[in-house]
């Protein structure tokens, strides 16, 4: 695994977009493996900007999201639809048809993660995955306990997700109990991932992913065995990891 620290949020956001848009200019053709929540932000902002800016073309680019909350369509603010579209697909001019994530109406709801598994092969599978961490290790939605072996799936969501996750609802109350997610093997087959990480809430999860036992209780753990993993973390981040260092 290779680790870049960064000072603060706002590097590791230009350094994650480096790496996106370097990819993008070398295959046009990229599958982009999407994430959301605060951390990616950053990224959309100065991929976005990079676009304006410079041009870069995502024409042919095609996009899967990791996850998506059951009940919520892509017109509801609080989607991940919604998100990719107005923080990035939008602003980037990524055409809408390129662009995948689960469907979280879907009247069946494991057959639409059957689907969405197969939407994900028949692009060939995901070229870069951009990641997030949640505060308990998960990656995706993919909660402590959850399979290594597991492709895309139904979540019941902990309450420390739907906790974590209530600044972006009105209440917690309001955040979806379920939602559909890639698996940890789905994730795992990813060609090369990218996982960005940033503020002192998520230094103790990082180093335990980093260099803990690889258990299913800590999902993100299992990216020790990732050949190809890039992480990007300000010095907040990495702060658990560099004084255990430091004392040895
Ligand atoms: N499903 C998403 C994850 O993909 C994301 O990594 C996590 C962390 O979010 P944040 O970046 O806001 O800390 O939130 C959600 O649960």
Redesign the pocket.
Known sequence: MKIIEVQNYDQMSQQAAKIIIETVQDRPQTVLGL???????GTYTYLVRDHQLNGTSYKQVHTVN??EYVGKAPSDEQS?SYYMNKHLFEPANIPKTQTYLPNGLAANLEEEAERYTHTLQSLGGVDLQL?????NG????NEPGTSFDSETHVVQ?TPS?RQ??A??FSSESEVPTQ?I?LGIATIMKAKRILL?V??I??AEILYQCLYGQIDEQIPASILQKHPHVTIIADQEALSVVNQKAEAH
């Open positions: 994430a959301t929540g605060g951390t990616p932000l990791l996850d991940y990641l997030g961490i949640g505060k998960h990656i995706g939605f969501l997700t974590a996750n600044k972006y939602a997610t960005i940033s503020g809430e998520k």
